[in-house]
């Protein structure tokens, strides 16, 4: 408890009442701190709780709204609030003060500060001189009610300022003999007119008349109040002539301090104040017409307010609404789950099954596991089984296949027999040396003498003997062969009636000895020739090119015969020379006598291997390519005598670089370089490595080598220079009948344009042959011409020898 007489702080205190316009209250701030340093200032502010019963105006009873939306709405209005308070806090702080607040919650802002001046026994108040719009450094008198209220109705012992856009507007000081007594109570009560406030005091029945009118009487009504002040304003409940109520503003600095000296009044005076009178009525009317605006106002913000309200009003609603979804989802979601939980427990149950039927596969696994084993086991043997039989069935066929050929091989032979034993051109019969035995090839060849010996390559041995007074060639097959006698004496029949002026006659066999019998052929072999490193035993090109094509015909002969005939070993040392340097083929067919199994390649020496066909090297297939391929070699060697290996290597790159010749064997004479260079293409023709490359031996090698057989025959004759000594003398080969190898007598051309001797080539005829005797071609008929020139040319040599 304070004593009497005891300054307080809120005695000191400065208390400045803030509203809604922060503006203004922030101006009333800086006059206070600028006109009062030093004191404490406090904040004095009533708040106006939203009157919502008001604000729906009927159009919906609180009891509609949710006790949840009114009290968001009041939070929300308190929250503006203290924003606001805090607005005026912060600024003081700017300035360095701190300030406190007072306050208090009603609707009537003059009752709220009236209040609030009693119970914080306030001595300083500042506040606004005007109504927010009114506000105006220009303003010369106090112009709200509120500030006219708290100027009639604030206890005299409080000190009020009345402040508009930071200017002093009125200033109400304390009455000297004022006080309020730390007993003094307030008591308010509500009636139907308004507000009364009484104020409890011993000390105040003590004050003056006027004073003891101003504060304690009761005040029904603001209009009152103004009309208690000066009392020849109109009292309350005057209206004026337009009916609304008449708030008549007072001019404080004409009536205050109050005097209540009254005289007598005359004539002049009493017009005087009737003029008065009338100036104020008129003021009176201004007001009235601004109070007018000022309802208007308020209605506005109080139609704002109530837009505001049913603005949450209908948000409240869309809250129940939504209230309502999220409830009738909820419901649905419940729902969902209930059958959820059915599905759960469903799936439990076959899960249950599941899990059952699981336990019994795994009880039957290995049962199941042991059939699995089983049933792989079976599909493995089975899988054994068929890649057997698909073995066996390989094997069958294989041998199958063997026995086919075996079978084609075997028709062909007695074919091949069958068609000899109806053939005999040239008259010749050979079956009498058939019966030679091992004994007389002993005797001719000297009990094998080395002497005798004349040769020897993979095919065996060949000795020169004589049987039965005829110079012959044995050639001792070797004895390792596994062809039966049967089988060597078919093939050797079939040889031996194989009979051509270019092939060297087979005239005997003895199978015991596995030994073959050849006319002998006096001149040794081309290979001697071409290999002859002294040069003593050289060919002339024409000669040379008459070998090729005399080859050319044994081949045509040998590919064309019914049984097709392929020599299998064509090479130098197979091509020998008679005494006329006519050209003979040996060892045609003979690896028909000797199966490849028991003549393995390996053995071949590669000089050999350079004739052979690499095709059939690599697949062991003897054809008539095989054949046109060695005779390609051979007519490489022909025109190089260089040897075999490297021969064609060496001709292709002598003709790209275009000097031919300096391969040539130039010990034949000089080369007719344009027969030369299509003889080098095609031999290198015949030397492609696949077969289907290589010219055909009637269109593509005798096209070609036929049409030089008659320059060369010419050359021949009358060329003397590249002949030895030795073949001048001898019988000139084409005066020889290449069927009865003897100088003709009857020379006859034949159409095949060889020419034979008349009797020969007519038997030959007279026996139903259509072909030629050295092409083994069909004739397209059997006309025969006497050739003249060479019956003369043979008389005039045979005088000259
Ligand atoms: N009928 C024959 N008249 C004269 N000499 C012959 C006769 N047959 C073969 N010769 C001579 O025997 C040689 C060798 O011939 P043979 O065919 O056995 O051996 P090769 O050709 O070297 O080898 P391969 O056995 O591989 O054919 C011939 O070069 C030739 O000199």
């Known amino acids: ?86 607005q005026y806090l912060f600024f003081l702080s700017e300035m360095g003060i701190q300030a406190d607040k007072v306050l208090t919650e009603t609707n009537n802002i003059e009752e709220g500060i009236l209040q609030l001046i009693i119970q914080h026994r306030i001595r300083r108040l500042i506040m606004g001189a005007a109504a927010e719009i009114f506000h105006s450094k220009k303003l010369s008198e106090v112009n709200s009610n509120t500030a006219m209220v708290v100027f009639q109705q604030a206890p005299l012992s409080c000190h009020i300022w009345f402040i508009s856009k930071g200017c002093l507007i009125y200033e109400r000081p304390v009455e000297s003999n004022s006080c309020l007594s730390p007993t003094m109570t307030l008591s308010s009560s509500t009636n139907s007119g308004g507000t009364t406030l009484t104020i409890n005091s011993k000390e105040n029945m003590d004050v003056d008349a006027d004073n003891v009118q101003t504060v304690m009487h009761p005040i029904r009504s603001k209009e009152e109040v103004v009309g208690t002040i000066n009392p020849t304003v109109p009292t309350v409940g005057q209206t004026s002539e337009d009916g609304s109520p008449l708030n008549l503003k007072v001019k404080f600095r004409e009536h205050l301090p109050y005097s209540s000296s009254n005289s007598s009044l005359d004539c002049e005076s ?34 704002r307010a109530e837009e505001d309200a049913m603005e949450a009003v209908h948000k409240a609603e869309a809250a129940e609404s939504l209230l309502d979804e999220e409830t009738n989802k909820c419901k649905e979601i419940e729902e969902l789950l209930v059958k959820q939980k059915q599905e759960m427990e469903t799936m439990k149950a076959r899960h249950d099954q599941h899990l059952k039927e699981l336990h019994l596969i795994r009880d039957q696994k290995p049962a199941l596991e042991s059939q699995l084993r089983e049933a792989y086991t079976s599909e493995k043997e089975l899988e054994d089984k068929i890649i057997q039989a698909v073995n066996l069935l390989i094997t069958f066929k294989g041998t199958r296949d063997k026995l086919q050929i075996e079978y084609d091989s075997a028709m062909r032979k007695v074919n091949k027999y069958k068609a000899f034993q109806n053939e005999d051109p040239t008259g010749m019969s050979s079956a009498h040396f058939f019966g030679i035995s091992f004994s007389d090839i002993i005797d001719a060849t000297q009990t094998f003498n080395p002497s005798q010996k004349i040769g020897g390559g993979r095919y065996g041995s060949v000795f020169k003997g004589v049987l039965s007074n005829i110079k012959v060639a044995i050639k001792m097959l070797p004895s390792s062969s596994s062809q039966s006698d049967s089988e060597f004496k078919i093939e050797v029949e079939v040889l031996s009636r194989i009979r051509h002026p270019n092939l060297v006659t087979l005239v005997g066999a003895c199978p015991e000895s596995r030994s073959l019998i050849y006319e002998y052929i006096e001149n040794g072999s081309l290979e001697d020739y071409l290999s002859s490193v002294a040069k003593t035993r050289h060919l002339s090109w024409q000669t040379r090119i ?9 081949l045509l002969f040998l590919h064309a015969n019914t049984s097709s005939c392929v020599h299998g070993n064509l090479k130098p040392s197979n091509i ?12 045609f067919g003979i690896h028909n006598l000797i199966p490849q199994n028991d003549n393995p390649l390996i053995n071949h020496k590669p000089e050999k291997l350079a004739y052979m066909d690499p095709e059939s090297i690599e697949n062991g297939e003897l054809t008539t390519e095989s054949d046109v391929y060695s005779f390609g070699i051979v007519l490489l060697r022909l025109l190089t005598a260089r040897p075999a290996e490297g021969v ?118 007279n026996s139903g042959h259509m072909t030629s005797p050295m092409t083994n071609l069909k004739l397209e008929n059997c006309d025969l011409l006497p050739n003249y020139a060479l019956y003369y040319a043979i008389q005039e040599w045979q005088q000259n020898t």
């Not at 006059?31 to 502010?45: M, Q, T």
């Not at 008459?546 to 044994?554: F, K, Q, Y």
């Not at 020998?576 to 060892?587: E, Q």
Request: aromatic share 6%; proline share 3%.
């Open 546 to 554: 008459r070998i090729a094509i005399e080859i050319c015909s044994a």
């Open 270 to 303: 009493l017009e005087k104040e009737t003029g008065d009178l009338q100036d104020k009525l008129e003021l009176a009317m201004i007001d009235a017409e601004n109070l007018k605006q000022r309802a208007f106002e308020e209605s506005l913000r109080r139609w």
């Open 576 to 587: 020998l020379l008679d005494a006329n340097f006519v050209s003979k083929l040996c060892d």
């Open 1 to 86: 408890m304070r004593s009497e007489g005891e300054i307080s702080d809120s005695d000191l205190a400065v208390y400045v009442a803030v509203g809604r316009n922060v503006k203004e209250g922030k101006l009333m701030l800086s006059w206070a701190v600028k006109n009062f340093e030093g004191r404490n200032i406090r904040l004095v502010h009533v708040h106006q709780p939203p009157t919502l019963v008001s604000l729906l105006n009927g159009k919906m009873s609180t009891s509609k709204l949710k006790n949840q939306a009114v009290k968001v709405f009041q939070e929300f209005e308190q929250l503006k609030m203290q924003k606001l308070l805090n």
């Open 648 to 765: 064609v290597r060496d001709v292709k790159c002598a003709l790209e670089r275009g000097n031919l010749d300096t391969v040539l064997d130039m010990s034949a004479g000089d080369w007719p370089l344009g027969q030369v260079k299509q003889l080098a293409y095609l031999a290198l023709r015949c030397c492609e490595r696949d077969r289907l490359d290589r010219p055909d031996l009637v269109s593509g090698i005798w096209a070609v080598l036929e049409p030089m057989r008659e320059s060369c025959k010419l050359s021949q004759s009358t060329s003397t220079s590249c002949m030895d000594s030795t073949s001048q003398r001898k019988i000139p080969s084409h005066f020889v009948c290449p069927i009865f190898q003897e100088v003709m007598k009857d020379p006859h051309i034949a159409p095949d344009g060889f020419t034979y001797e008349g009797d020969a080539i007519k038997g030959w005829f």
